[in-house]
């Protein structure tokens, strides 16, 4: 089992609509969670972080964590086609190295 | 630098060259990490720098693939006897000290024909 998994997707939206992106993850201790965007040829850029469960909101997007089903995910209201992109969930290992893992990443279209 | 920048941005080779890639983090940044993203993958990590030593290269897939960032700052990454399996798009990313957050540059497109 990976440690991370995410559905690729496409998902294909109207403009407007609310879409919701998930992942789910293997490792109990895992503390700290994290959304990626990336447009194509370009880099991951990070959206949201959260630590440990509970919700965290910015604008128009909220990052969710739901430890006792080991389930994160990112909720996006009233999408606009520049929120069209790959969205990568990502989870920091434990030690304070910074390092990731990433799921596979859901590609998302958002048609105007 | 306001950005991590990499280059090449893109590099085509023959199977079995020798191919270098560069990293320039945000300046004062002292961790630095290389990822490889193949396609349709989330990135996947390979090497982590804190400083000028490598604190953890448990992801370099075989010794083929070496990194060096010899005054802690800019990093190259080193790839011998390049094979198909190689081509995907290399990724950099720098934090600053204690901090968990990254921010990568576009990456570097490799393709081994």
């Known amino acids: 089992q990976k440690e991370v998994e995410q559905d690729p997707g496409p998902l294909s939206v109207p403009e407007g609509a609310i879409v919701s992106l998930n992942c789910t993850y293997s490792n109990s201790a895992f503390q700290y969670f994290m959304w990626y965007r990336q447009y194509s040829r370009k880099g991951p850029e990070l959206l949201m972080y959260t630590y440990s469960s509970g919700n965290k909101e910015d604008g128009r997007f909220t990052a969710q964590v739901d430890k006792s089903s080991k389930y994160i995910s990112l909720f996006i209201r009233d999408s606009q086609p520049s929120d069209s992109a790959t969205y990568l969930c990502a989870i920091l290992l434990p030690g304070n190295t910074g390092k990731l893992i990433f799921g596979q990443g859901t590609t998302l279209q958002v048609k105007p | 630098g306001a950005g991590v920048s990499q280059t090449p941005s893109n590099k085509v080779t023959e199977k079995g060259k020798y191919v270098e890639l560069r990293c320039d983090p945000i300046?004062?940044?002292?961790?630095l990490y290389w990822y490889r993203q193949s396609l349709g993958q989330g990135p996947e990590f390979l090497i982590y720098?804190?400083?000028?030593?490598?604190?953890?290269d448990s992801g370099l897939p075989n010794d083929r693939f070496f990194a060096v960032r010899p005054e802690g700052s800019v990093s190259t990454l080193k790839i011998q006897r390049t094979e198909r399996g190689d081509s995907a798009v290399y990724l950099c990313?720098?934090?600053?000290?204690?901090?968990?957050?990254?921010?990568f540059g576009a990456g570097s497109r490799l393709t081994v024909l």
């Open positions: 720098f804190q400083g000028t030593g490598a604190a953890d």
């Open positions: 990313a720098s934090s600053a000290a204690g901090a968990n957050v990254l921010t």
């Open positions: 300046s004062g940044h002292t961790a």
